[in-house]
């Protein structure tokens, strides 16, 4: 509790000097401003007088007026910006001040040394620029690092975000051309990708009265009657109350943009699947799990130096705690053998037995009998050591 209320006092001061500086950076240029719109204005003035003449009194002491005002303007604008960048620098002084932290004890040194670890990195955040959309950004690193990168591979990121870019435009005439070049990869997806498409079009052309060209187009849902036959029944339902518009019916949902999103989202995901990449980029992913992941590590790097027990990291792949990250950081299965109550790993794979329980391979090597045989220990079944399976997840 004591730490909490230490934490929270850190953060309210970190607080105070980040309103300061928000009220700091405020800098008022109007007057700055007004001198140089004045000063534009009668240089545009002496334009007009003729080539070699002199200024004339009143002239001379307009100028010398307009300059004073620009001068005080100057000074007191670079006043207010020495102020602001005061402000900056003690917030940054505030956070050292109150967050000190080592996090040296957490990282590997020595992880990126060499060329091959460096290419590791600049591929992942080549990766990482071409899943936001900076394909031309992407193509510089890629000169750059010297990364071995085919140019069709950029074409196909920079087709994705020229697709996805129509898609927020609310347009899928490009998608549905996309869709057609690859309906080989697609149909071995079992993807909803072309009957989310036809029944965005679809509906647009019924919302915009186009009921003709509607009752045309929806000829195709014939090929997804199958696997949605709810949903083509309800695009069905539209023409009973187009004479109201479809804004004022039951199907009025169908004009969500939630739609778009959701086309949107699975075309990026099954563009990436085709590519071998995931859809969210492995950079962020990795940068979202270390800032979770790192109080915790911070935590138990403290309690190992004050038991002092170094070696309960020495020559170990895992951590002696789970940290939880949360299901949106979850991969992949866990299974953990119900017999030695360990969860299984690379070494110690999960066994498909033949009645089709599951154990570790440590708990099965412990059931094998000398002459190869075993029993499941959760059946009677028996079986030889050869008849059973690893399991991938």
Request: aromatic share 6%; with cysteine; net charge negative.
């Amino acid at each position: 509790r004591r730490r909490a209320l230490i934490t929270m006092d850190s953060c309210r001061a970190v607080d105070n000097e980040f309103e300061k500086a928000v009220k700091k950076l405020s800098i008022n240029t109007i007057g700055i401003e007004k001198s140089i719109s004045k000063l534009s204005a009668f240089r545009d003035e002496l334009k007009n007088n003729p080539p070699g003449s002199s200024l004339t009194e009143n002239e001379r002491i307009s100028l010398e007026k307009l300059l004073k005002e620009a001068t005080d303007a100057s000074q007191s604008f670079s006043s207010q910006h020495k102020d602001s960048h005061g402000a900056i620098s003690r917030m940054g002084k505030a956070i050292d001040r109150n967050f000190q932290m080592d996090v040296s004890a957490c990282s590997r040194e020595g992880i990126f040394d060499g060329k091959e670890h460096m290419q590791h990195l600049y591929t992942a955040l080549c990766n990482h620029l071409l899943l936001q959309g900076w394909v031309d950004i992407a193509r510089c690193l890629v000169e750059e690092a010297g990364l071995q990168v085919n140019e069709a591979h950029l074409e196909k990121f920079h087709e994705m975000n020229v697709v996805l870019d129509a898609l927020n435009h609310r347009r899928v005439e490009e998608a549905l051309n996309w869709v057609e070049i690859h309906r080989e990869e697609l149909s071995k997806m079992n993807t909803s990708l072309e009957f989310k498409l036809h029944r965005l079009k679809f509906v647009t052309l019924v919302d915009s009265g186009m009921l003709q060209e509607a009752l045309q187009y929806s000829k195709l849902f014939g090929q997804f009657a199958k696997r949605h036959k709810k949903e083509v029944q309800q695009l069905m339902g539209c023409f009973v109350y187009s004479h109201r518009g479809l804004q004022h019916s039951p199907y009025s949902d169908l004009l969500d943009s939630s739609h778009w999103t959701d086309a949107a989202n699975t075309f990026a995901k099954d563009c990436c699947a085709i590519l071998g990449l995931a859809m969210e980029s492995p950079l962020s992913i990795s940068l979202s799990a270390g800032c979770l992941a790192l109080p915790i590590l911070l935590q138990i790097n403290m309690v190992i130096q004050q038991k002092q027990v170094n070696e309960v990291l020495a020559n170990r792949d895992e951590l002696p705690v789970e940290i939880d990250l949360g299901p949106e950081h979850r991969y992949h299965s866990i299974f953990a053998c119900p017999i030695l109550r360990q969860q299984t790993s690379e070494t110690n794979p999960p066994i498909r037995l033949t009645c089709g329980h599951a154990i570790s391979q440590d708990a099965m090597k412990k059931l094998v009998a000398p002459s190869g045989r075993l029993k499941c220990p959760y059946c009677p079944v028996e079986m030889l050591h050869e008849d059973t399976m690893i399991i991938h997840f």
